[in-house]
């Protein structure tokens, strides 16, 4: 069964980087399948989609996020991550890693599943 | 960016009555849609796709139907563990994929 787990500082500056990593286990990143995904839900708020990559490094994103946003790949260590640059307090949320679908499946062209637990990251001097 | 709007924010019903959720979205997304269900302090479950096939899993008190502009979650009979947000997620027109406001079900 295929687990996500995010990882990263929990406490971040103003103008500094969020920087997070998500370990894939149970099954391979390097498919044609799924996008990797990240999501962030601020508190008490709603779902927000910050971005989706390809194993091989394509990926859409946010173009309300996109000039601050990167997201990579590390397919010999199953992970990917997220990188947010210049944040502020208006950053801080729930982020959450989880798989995306990109090929139909079942009749499935695009849900979301599963989710990582999610990591709360605040941003704060 | 395709908007989605759910109704009612909040929604209180008993334990084993029937609860309906609508989720409208501001241009057609065809049946490209899905639900998930967030309990508190954890991470969203996927319930639907396809806005009408049950995920691996759900069980068939969880119904979804709708296409175009509007849908609906059904929870025909609601079971303790089911007081909780739920979500719908449009992903017929990406990037960005998007999500309604949610739905709160309360006792």
């Known amino acids: 069964q295929l687990q996500l787990q995010e990882s990263g500082p929990r406490l971040v500056k103003p103008s500094e980087t969020l920087s997070l990593t998500c370990t894939v286990s149970?099954?391979?990143?390097?498919?044609?399948?799924?996008?990797w995904a990240w999501i962030r839900q601020p508190p008490g708020k709603g779902l927000e989609w910050i971005g989706s990559l390809y194993y091989s490094g394509s990926g859409y994103y946010n173009s309300s996020l996109r000039s601050r946003v990167t997201i990579s790949v590390d397919t010999s260590k199953n992970q990917f991550s997220l990188n947010l640059s210049s944040v502020t307090a208006a950053d801080t949320a729930v982020y959450f890693c989880?798989?995306?679908?990109?090929?139909?499946?079942?009749?499935?062209?695009?849900?979301?599943?599963?989710w990582g637990p999610g990591t709360l990251v605040t941003v704060s001097s | 960016e395709i908007v989605m709007t759910q109704s009612p924010a909040t929604l209180s019903v008993s334990p084993g009555e029937r609860a309906t959720l609508s989720c409208r979205a501001s241009q057609s997304v065809g049946s490209n849609l899905a639900w998930y269900q967030q309990r508190p302090g954890q991470a969203p479950r996927l319930l639907i796709y396809?806005?009408?096939t049950r995920a691996s899993g759900i069980p068939a008190r969880f119904s979804g139907s709708g296409s175009g502009t509007e849908f609906t979650l059904i929870i025909s009979s609601l079971q303790p563990q089911d007081f909780a947000l739920y979500y719908c997620?449009?992903?017929?027109?990406?990037?960005?994929?998007?999500f309604g406001g949610g739905t709160k079900v309360e006792i």
């Open positions: 989880a798989r995306h679908v990109r090929l139909e499946r079942n009749g499935d062209y695009g849900s979301i599943d599963p």
């Open positions: 997620q449009q992903y017929h027109n990406w990037p960005p994929l998007t």
């Open positions: 396809g806005a009408s």
């Open positions: 149970g099954g391979s990143i390097s498919t044609d399948n799924y996008y």
